[in-house]
């Protein structure tokens, strides 16, 4: 296809105009190198990060502590402290912070981050390699000793930060200094995670037992926390199944509902311990288990199916769960492994909020031994099952609810719309580029719901075990897919933005281009990028063959990718277009679905550059 008068008067323009530019610099710019643009980026010409410290002295119940702040411009980060590598050594540079020789003070551990990184797996430079990233502000945190005599009021901590601060595109070196010198408390950043953790430090001087009051009232409150509310329902539906129980069932049912709910408290706490005593690197303390979205999305997924359960799609298999009376001769009491079932789901529901009391509570354990983590969470883990202990113990505590009857039929369904609203919740929680497989991941768990329910439990045993055998396959089928489609990845291509002039000036310098024309609301396009064209084959031809790729994205309104798309008689998308090197030669054209054979077979009739 000839080219368009309009590209030719362009490319004319764009020529005396870099003819210009090359008598004033020597040299036309070069194109496409990564992390150049049009304009080109220096590495660090500006600042990306800052750093700040100040030290604590020590007191009764804890050690001096150095806390080390970084600040991130937007859009870059850095890599966390405990980086890993693949295993020939390569992989990103890991943040470093070390001390000045000759100071009165010397390191007792190693620096902790009270954030915890965002991690996801490499696709592109190292592939399989997990990336732990800080973004935003992140603070370091390791416990000090000052030399005896040392006045701190006059001591001036020397440190240095060394690493790299790195957007999508390239990476700045960072050797940063900083001096500590000493303040009355440390502010934590206001990340997300340590917002909701509550990690502050505590006040000096508090005992362990007065932290630990304080921890048994704040697990109280937890159970009035918008994130708990709905779960408690399900117990109180549950209390009102137990009206007209034995004292000794309805005490063994609220025990294994409390003991369910203290075992997650003490894998929190082990959690905890296991950082302060070097085992693992990373916190996962009360609330930052929440900062994982593998785990966010589980939990979505598993309210719900809870959900489901209760507006009447299915039954889920665990005594204590069944809502209806199709299940009854199955589940004509609540089971013990139920119970302890719903209290670990409450308190999991329950990590990403703090109540009142909480945060000095966490934040005292952040320098202390194991066994105070321990007692400090068990605390916790006690005022949040009091009062099913207590009902537990006192059964006519409940005698206010009304008899078992039909209306629990319509409380049932009440409990369904409120866990929908705590899925609402849970998605807020979730990055919005993940919105999209989430959503579908729940319609398949929707399908599976639907298909298990279409076997009465009373069929034999085969035909329930085929139902749930389809519904897991094609939940997992859709989950999976969902996820390798509908999220984002790192591109094996070096795809720079699109524009008239980004192409003139690639082909006035003799390159080969390639355009894809796509948009996210186009099917046809994301399956050609995923199967046919962003493929390790065409990399490695589009690297040797020196090719320009240009992303021109229609997702909105654009009138520069409608002009481009005419000239190429076209007015729709899917398109992909390659500009051979030679301006004489004709563009050549690939519409709708492809393969890879028809990009790799265009590529080499497009020529190298």
């Known amino acids: 296809m000839a080219q368009a008068p309009f590209a030719t008067r362009l490319i004319s323009a764009t020529l005396a105009l870099a003819a210009v530019a090359s008598s004033a610099a020597g040299q036309l710019p070069e194109f496409g190198k990564l992390g150049g643009g049009l304009l080109g980026r220096r590495p660090g010409e500006d600042s990306k990060v800052t750093v700040k410290a100040e030290f604590t002295t020590a007191t009764a119940d804890r050690p001096a502590m150095l806390f080390v702040t970084a600040d991130i411009a937007d859009g870059y980060h850095l890599y966390a402290v405990d980086q890993g590598k693949l295993a020939d050594g390569s992989g990103p540079q890991p943040t470093a912070i070390s001390l000045d020789a000759n100071q009165p003070v010397r390191l007792q551990g190693e620096f902790r981050p009270i954030e915890p990184p965002a991690t996801h797996i490499d696709t592109l430079a190292w592939e399989g390699l997990e990336l732990r990233e800080h973004q935003g502000r992140v603070t370091w945190y390791a416990p000090i000793e000052l030399a005896e005599g040392t006045d701190p009021q006059a001591l001036r901590i020397q440190g240095k930060l060394e690493g790299q601060a790195c957007d999508p595109h390239t990476c700045v070196p960072v050797e940063?200094?900083?001096?500590?010198?000493?303040?009355?408390?440390?502010?934590?950043?206001?990340?997300?995670?340590?917002?909701?953790?509550?990690?502050?430090?505590?006040?000096?001087?508090?005992?362990?037992?007065?932290?630990?009051?304080?921890?048994?009232?704040?697990?109280?409150?937890?159970?009035?926390?918008?994130?708990?509310?709905?779960?408690?329902?399900?117990?109180?539906?549950?209390?009102?199944?137990?009206?007209?129980?034995?004292?000794?069932?309805?005490?063994?049912?609220?025990?294994?509902?409390?003991?369910?709910?203290?075992?997650?408290?003490?894998?929190?706490?082990?959690?905890?311990?296991?950082?302060?005593?070097?085992?693992?690197?990373?916190?996962?303390?009360?609330?930052?288990?929440?900062?994982?979205?593998?785990?966010?999305?589980?939990?979505?997924?598993?309210?719900?199916?809870?959900?489901?359960?209760?507006?009447?799609?299915?039954?889920?298999?665990?005594?204590?769960?069944?809502?209806?009376?199709?299940?009854?001769?199955?589940?004509?009491?609540?089971?013990?492994?139920?119970?302890?079932?719903?209290?670990?789901?409450?308190?999991?529901?329950?990590?990403?909020?703090?109540?009142?009391?909480?945060?000095?509570?966490?934040?005292?354990?952040?320098?202390?031994?194991?066994?105070?983590?321990?007692?400090?969470?068990?605390?916790?883990?006690?005022?949040?099952?009091?009062?099913?202990?207590?009902?537990?113990?006192?059964?006519?505590?409940?005698?206010?609810?009304?008899?078992?009857?039909?209306?629990?039929?319509?409380?049932?369904?009440?409990?369904?719309?409120?866990?929908?609203?705590?899925?609402?919740?849970?998605?807020?929680?979730?990055?919005?580029?993940?919105?999209?497989?989430?959503?579908?991941?729940?319609?398949?768990?929707?399908?599976?719901?639907?298909?298990?329910?279409?076997?009465?439990?009373?069929?034999?045993?085969?035909a329930r075990a085929k139902a749930w055998a389809l519904g897991v396959s094609v939940a997992a089928v859709v989950g999976v897919g969902a996820f390798k489609l509908l999220t984002p990845s790192d591109s094996p291509l070096p795809w720079q933005p699109y524009s008239p002039q980004s192409l003139a000036l690639a082909r006035a310098q003799g390159k080969t281009v390639l355009v894809e024309f796509t948009a996210d609301w186009c099917l046809t396009c994301q399956l050609n990028r995923k199967f046919a064209i962003e493929r390790q084959e065409v990399r490695e031809l589009v690297e040797r063959n020196d090719v320009v790729t240009l992303l021109a994205d229609w997702t909105d309104k654009n009138k520069l990718i409608e002009n481009a798309l005419a000239e190429l008689n076209s007015r729709s998308i899917p398109l992909l277009a390659i500009y051979p090197a030679d301006p004489s030669r004709e563009v050549i054209v690939l519409p709708d679905l492809l393969t890879q054979g028809d990009v790799l077979e265009a590529l080499v009739a497009a020529g190298p550059s």
């Open 176 to 462: 940063l200094s900083f001096a500590a010198q000493a303040g009355d408390g440390v502010a934590i950043p206001a990340s997300p995670a340590a917002a909701a953790a509550g990690e502050a430090s505590a006040p000096p001087g508090r005992s362990l037992w007065a932290v630990a009051a304080s921890g048994l009232l704040g697990g109280l409150i937890l159970n009035l926390m918008p994130c708990v509310l709905p779960v408690i329902g399900l117990k109180l539906f549950s209390f009102a199944k137990q009206g007209g129980q034995s004292r000794g069932h309805v005490l063994a049912l609220n025990i294994s509902y409390s003991a369910g709910l203290m075992a997650v408290f003490m894998v929190l706490a082990t959690l905890a311990a296991a950082v302060q005593l070097g085992i693992r690197a990373e916190n996962l303390g009360w609330g930052q288990i929440y900062t994982y979205t593998w785990f966010k999305i589980s939990m979505t997924a598993l309210v719900f199916a809870m959900a489901l359960s209760f507006l009447g799609i299915w039954e889920l298999p665990i005594p204590g769960f069944a809502a209806s009376g199709k299940a009854s001769a199955l589940a004509a009491q609540e089971g013990m492994f139920g119970a302890f079932c719903m209290g670990a789901i409450t308190t999991l529901l329950a990590v990403p909020c703090s109540g009142p009391f909480l945060g000095p509570v966490f934040g005292y354990t952040i320098s202390q031994p194991p066994v105070v983590t321990y007692v400090v969470f068990a605390a916790v883990g006690i005022g949040m099952a009091a009062p099913y202990l207590l009902i537990g113990a006192f059964p006519s505590l409940i005698a206010w609810l009304p008899k078992p009857g039909a209306w629990m039929e319509t409380l049932k369904n009440v409990l369904g719309f409120a866990l929908l609203g705590t899925v609402v919740y849970l998605f807020s929680t979730i990055d919005e580029e993940y919105f999209i497989a989430t959503l579908t991941l729940l319609v398949g768990i929707w399908f599976a719901c639907w298909a298990i329910a279409r076997v009465p439990p009373y069929e034999s045993f085969a």
